[in-house]
C-alpha cells in the first residue's frame, strides 16, 4: 500500500484544514488508519485513528473536539478534518495503515502501522 497525504498549508489560529491521505495498492478497506504528528524539535505523537469501517474513531486529548477523522473507502481515502487550529497544531501531518483491527489501548503505538505517508506540512499562525 501506498499512501500520499496532502491538504496542508498555512492557516490563521482559529482557521481549518481539510487533510486527505490516498491509498493505492490493496484493499484500503481491510486497513486501520491514523493520522500521526511531528511539531519542530519533538517526537511523533499521536493525533486520530479509525476503524475499516468507518464505525470506531480515537482521538488524542490534544485534539479531541476540534479534529474529525473519516474515511471513504470507495475512495481509498481518510480525511483529517481540523478545525479551531492553535499554533500547537503546527507539525508534519503523517498518514499510516495498520493491518491489524487497533484497539483503543494500542492506537497510538507507532510500532502497529506498518504503511506510511510522506507527510503534509500544516503551519497554524498566531
Known amino acids: 500500500v501506498q499512501l500520499q497525504a496532502s491538504g496542508g498549508g498555512l492557516v490563521q489560529a482559529g482557521g481549518s484544514l481539510t487533510l486527505s491521505c490516498a491509498a493505492s495498492?490493496?484493499?484500503?478497506?481491510?486497513?486501520?488508519m491514523g493520522w500521526f504528528r511531528q511539531a519542530p524539535g519533538k517526537e511523533r505523537e499521536f493525533a486520530a485513528a479509525?476503524?475499516?469501517?468507518?464505525?470506531?474513531?480515537y482521538y488524542a486529548d490534544s485534539v479531541k473536539g476540534r479534529f474529525t477523522i473519516s474515511r471513504d473507502n470507495a475512495k481509498n481515502t481518510v480525511y483529517l478534518q481540523m478545525n479551531s487550529l492553535k499554533p500547537e497544531d503546527t507539525a508534519v501531518y503523517y498518514c499510516?495503515?495498520?493491518?491489524?483491527?487497533?484497539?483503543?489501548?494500542?492506537?497510538?503505538?507507532?510500532?502497529?502501522?506498518?504503511?506510511w505517508g510522506q507527510g503534509t506540512q500544516v503551519t497554524v499562525s498566531s
Open positions: 495498492g490493496r484493499t484500503f478497506s481491510n486497513y486501520f
Open positions: 499510516a495503515g495498520a493491518v491489524l483491527d487497533l484497539v483503543a489501548r494500542t492506537v497510538a503505538r507507532e510500532d502497529l502501522y506498518v504503511f
Open positions: 479509525i476503524n475499516w469501517s468507518g464505525g470506531m474513531t
